[in-house]
């Protein structure tokens, strides 16, 4: 699990993650709401998604189905499994922690740590 | 039982692949994207377009989500295979746990014939089946010949034949000869590797190794001008002897060693594993052949030759069949031309293999089958066991079943038993195995199976088991699945699991498996029966002299200072007399073939008043020299005349004496005393003295030999006194307390020589009968195991029956049956299949007993009276095993059996 856990610092997959932590979805509608909730500021390459989604599979973070999308077209829909969620859950408090702490870090002047 | 897993049910249904998938998946977005494109009032052309620029790489995206996909499948395929074996794997070894008296039973069962089988078949395996640790072993042939000459039908090869196939013969890359003898070894300087030691030895041509494709481990083989006479003396020495003598030391190579009284020098250490002529080899030497004055007749060198790539044994056969002719041009040959060509040597080629294996292999497929009847039996016993549990799984089967389970997870549940089982008792039949070839080998069987010190376990014999254990589990796992799945579920869950017809309908399953039992086992104590009886005919032979009280051993005269044959007399001499004087010996004598050893001494034989029309080539006799005191010490009957004297300057008369059988082939009813014989090509006649009673010199099972026996000290120019001799001595009691001595005497004679191969001659005559022993003793274990087997077979049979009939067993008991009754019922269904079995035993007796032919002495395989103690042995046995549970049967109280419905 080291390196997939690594892999997460490439931030698609906790995006994939926490798109599918509201409801199942195919991957263009995970591509769409990562588009309309980040104002489309984090749009990458659409494809890099899919390697992403089949390797969460090959984990057991989420799993696949074959169903039917809104407009009547077969579609593959992933959804998240318990494990997933779980990592999801520890992923966001990690991620949260990296970003305040960079953020600490990138605030910070140089008296700051002499002052101590 | 699980139907599958999710996913591969998924896939079964509408998954054609895996490419395809994700191809659908890709196209679905980007049709989807495209969509909203066109919805933003693009073109159709341009919204497809920019959809695809904004996927990015399409193709390289494919590829990956396919790989990564597929390596998913491929992973989920193995786990799910593991998890399906460990859950049947956990549920067999909960279901034994529950009943471990079967499992114990079956585990024995199995690891007592897989064992016996794996250890048989592993010292098969190293002495019959693998090749010849040379390089391409293929190509090794051993060369010999037949030849028409009364007495002797092969020859192998002479000084001369040697020489003409070297010079002429085209169908070899090389051709060499060797000649086994003894030596006497001593290092030079002081120490132990000073001592004289007797090891064996082999004079070799300088080809010899490069015909085998060895090379020493040190120094260098030998070199061609070293194969010469008056070449300088040198010597190989084997790695064991290197170690054991003179301490593995590197710098012995180029030292002096002593061989015979002569120094030699040794040019190199012949490797551990190489262990040619024989295991016992310690030293090479080369044979120095002189080509000037190459003896023809005298075949005492064994060939051996590299065939040429592509050349067939029958065709280097035929080549030098061509070539025997020449023989007589290019080599002095001492008698007539008519009566070479009449000889009519023949060439013979065999494989290198079957002559170093030699006649054992006959007596280790015998093994390996009697062994593989022991596992036969084993299995069937093992199958009865198992059709027993599933009479009590019968419900849970049949509940199973109905539910819906398929004939393949009933099999897996039962295969799952059997291959827990069948590992478990594969690795302690191994165990068995290691420590039965550890024994075979360690253990003094008084048999030399050649080969045996290069037989290990390895990998093909763990393979061999592996086999076995696997076919064994199937077969008793299949065996009650296919009679489970023939009964309908239906009428197990109606009936009553104790009713009778469907136990009944199984019963007669596991009878049959009795049958078998009853009937392997006899063929295997029909054949220790005939090796028993073989063993006492031969412990009747007479050998034709008294063993009890005589003690033997050897000695050896250096020809380098024994080379006057006078001296050699001497020696002999003081020996005899100071011997007897020792206190405790009543008798001694020196004679130059022990019987019932590898000693050997043929000729060709002329008698005077039997002359030979010309041409004729003279037949071939037994010859063996002995002091006149020979025949008082071994007590050989004097039958007719006097012993011969000791031929010296005091009584020079050339005399000999023969054996009954010799006397009877040529005066039959009239006396040989006063007749004159002589060896071939040599001027003495000698004339007969006495008639002595028949001996057996070579084997107990062969008819005694027609022997000429020669004062040992015969002056003959032609026939110098022997240099390696026996000594025996009759004692007065044991005669192992006397062994000290006479070696200390020896020591006192000559401090150089040493003496070897101290033994009773009851030891030699036990050891003439150790092959009968040895393969009684094999057979003998193997059926009594079978036998027990088949036994608890039976047994089990029939006590499972009564438990079966109890009910109705009760009913007759309440009606008024006797006790004797009852028992005779059982019993008599016991002695039924018992018969039943002996009637298909004795049929496969008589087809499978005819392998022993050749290892039988004077019994035929046929042999009515062994036959018919086997059948009432297994009789025997039969009825005790069916009296147990037929007394049982009769002790049922009738008022609980039929309580308890």
């Known amino acids: 699990m080291a390196k997939s856990e690594r892999d997460l610092y490439g931030t698609i997959e906790l995006l994939v993650l926490k798109a599918l932590s509201w409801e199942p979805s195919h991957g263009f509608g995970i591509a769409r709401w990562i588009e309309l909730v980040s104002d489309d500021a984090l749009t990458v390459e659409e494809g890099s998604l899919y390697p992403a989604l089949h390797r969460l599979e090959a984990e057991g973070w989420i799993e696949a189905e074959w169903g039917v999308s809104e407009n009547k077209r077969r579609a593959k829909f992933y959804a998240l499994t318990p494990l997933g969620r779980r990592m999801l859950r520890a992923e966001e408090t990690r991620w949260t922690r990296f970003v305040s702490t960079m953020s600490r870090v990138l605030a910070a002047t140089p008296g700051t740590v002499a002052g101590r | ?901």
Not at chain 2, 29 to 35: P, V
Not at chain 2, 509 to 525: D, E, F, G, K, P
Not at chain 2, 601 to 619: K, Q, R, W
Not at chain 2, 858 to 873: E, G, H, N, R
Request: hydrophobic share 50%.
């Open chain 2, 1 to 901: 039982m699980p139907l599958g897993p999710h996913w591969l049910r998924e896939r079964r249904f509408w998954r054609p692949s895996t490419d395809r998938d994700v191809d659908d998946e890709l196209a679905f977005h980007l049709a989807m994207r495209a969509g909203l494109n066109e919805a933003a009032g693009m073109d159709a052309q341009t919204a497809r377009d920019a959809a695809l620029h904004r996927f990015g790489d399409l193709a390289e995206v494919r590829a990956r989500c396919i790989t990564i996909s597929l390596e998913r499948e491929r992973r989920m395929r193995r786990l799910e295979l593991w998890s399906t074996l460990r859950q049947h794997a956990r549920y067999a070894v909960r279901r034994l746990r529950g009943a471990p008296g079967f499992a114990v039973a079956v585990l024995l069962m199995l690891a007592l014939g897989i064992g016996a089988t794996t250890a048989v078949f592993t010292v098969v395996d190293g002495v019959l089946l693998r090749p010849l640790p040379f390089r391409a072993p293929e190509r090794l042939v051993s060369l010999s010949h037949t030849i028409s000459v009364p007495g002797v039908p092969t020859v192998d090869q002479s000084e001369a034949s040697i020489l003409l196939y070297q010079r002429h013969a085209r169908a070899f890359d090389g051709i060499a000869a060797w000649r086994g003898n003894d030596v006497s070894i001593a290092g030079t300087g002081d120490g132990d590797a000073a001592a004289a030691e007797r090891v064996v030895a082999a004079g070799v041509t300088a080809s010899f190794f490069p015909v085998l494709g060895v090379t020493p481990l040190r120094g260098r083989p030998f070199t061609a001008e070293e194969d010469r006479p008056g070449a300088p003396a040198v010597v190989l020495l084997s790695e064991p002897l290197w170690r054991r003598k003179f301490g593995a030391d590197p710098s012995i190579v180029g030292r002096q060693v002593t061989v015979n009284g002569v120094a030699r020098e040794v040019v190199g250490i012949m490797p551990a594993r190489f262990r040619y002529p024989s295991a016992a080899t310690g030293v090479w030497y080369p044979l120095a052949i002189d080509p000037a004055h190459a003896t023809a007749l005298s075949f005492n060198y064994a060939g051996i030759a590299r065939l040429r790539p592509g050349t067939s044994a029958a065709a280097a056969a035929s080549e030098m069949a061509r070539l025997i002719p020449q023989m007589y041009e290019e080599f002095a040959i001492p008698i007539p031309r008519a009566m070479f060509d009449q000889a009519h040597i023949v060439p013979v080629v065999r494989p290198l293999r079957d002559v170093v294996v030699g006649d054992v292999s006959r007596l280790l497929w015998l093994l390996l089958g009697a062994v593989a009847l022991l596992l036969a039996v084993a299995c069937a016993n093992v199958a009865s066991l198992f059709l027993v549990r599933a009479e009590g799984a019968q419900r849970d089967l049949a509940v199973r079943t109905a539910l819906g389970a398929g004939g393949g997870a009933v099999l897996a549940q039962y295969l799952g038993e059997a291959a827990i089982l069948a590992a478990a008792g594969g690795t302690l039949g191994i165990l068995l195995a290691v420590v039965g070839v550890h024994g075979l080998r360690t253990l003094p069987t008084g048999i030399d199976i050649p080969r045996l010190a290069e037989v290990g376990i390895d990998v093909r014999v763990v393979a061999f088991a592996v086999v076995v254990s696997a076919l064994g589990a199937l077969v008793v796992s299949l065996m009650p699945v296919l009679r489970a799945r023939r009964i309908a579920p239906a009428v197990v869950l109606k009936e009553s699991s104790r009713s009778a017809t469907v136990g009944r309908d199984r019963q007669r399953a596991r009878s049959a498996l009795v049958v078998a039992q009853v009937a392997l086992a006899l063929v295997l104590v029909a054949g220790s029966a005939l090796m028993a009886r073989s063993f006492a005919r031969l412990r009747d032979v007479r050998p034709g002299f008294d063993a009890t009280h005589v003690l033997t051993l050897r000695v050896a005269l250096p020809r380098a200072t024994y080379g006057d044959p006078a001296r050699v007399v001497a020696f002999y001499d003081r020996l005899i007399a100071e011997t007897r004087a020792l206190p405790g010996v009543r008798d001694a004598a020196v004679t130059d073939w022990l019987p019932l050893t590898n000693d050997h001494n043929d000729s060709a034989t002329e008698i005077e008043d039997h002359p030979l029309p010309s041409g004729t080539v003279p037949p071939d006799h037994m010859m063996v020299s002995a002091t006149p005191d020979y025949f008082r010490t071994m007590r050989i009957a004097l039958l007719a005349g006097r012993v011969y004297g000791p031929q010296n300057a005091a009584h020079p008369a050339p005399e000999v004496m023969v054996s009954r059988a010799f006397a009877e082939q040529y005066w039959k009813g009239t006396s040989p005393i006063g007749k004159r014989v002589r060896a071939a090509l040599t001027p003495t006649w000698y004339t007969i003295v006495g008639v002595v009673a028949d001996v057996h010199l070579t084997a107990l099972e062969q008819p005694a030999e027609q022997t000429i026996y020669f004062p040992i000290s015969a002056l003959d120019s032609a026939s110098s006194p022997s240099r390696a001799v026996a000594l025996t001595v009759r004692t007065a009691g044991d005669p192992s307390t006397l062994a000290a001595p006479v070696r200390a005497l020896v020591r006192r004679l000559d401090p150089s020589l040493p003496t070897y191969d101290e033994r009773s001659m009851d030891a030699v005559l036990s050891g003439a009968a150790a092959r009968t022993r040895f393969t009684l003793l094999m057979l003998g274990v193997a059926s009594l195991v079978a036998l027990v087997i088949g036994a608890v077979g039976l047994y089990g049979v029939l006590a499972y029956g009564v438990t079966l009939r109890r009910r109705e067993i009760g009913v007759r008991i309440a009606l008024g049956a006797g006790t004797s009754d009852v028992t005779r019922m059982i019993a008599r269904r016991g002695v039924a299949l018992a018969a039943l079995g002996v009637g298909a035993g004795l049929v496969g007796a008589l087809v499978t007993t005819r392998f022993l032919h050749g290892l039988l002495y004077d019994v035929s395989p046929t042999d009515p009276i062994a036959l018919a103690a086997t059948c009432s042995v297994l009789l025997g046995v039969a009825a005790i095993a069916s009296w147990l549970p037929a007394r049982r049967a009769a002790a049922v109280d009738p008022i609980e059996a039929l309580r308890r419905d």
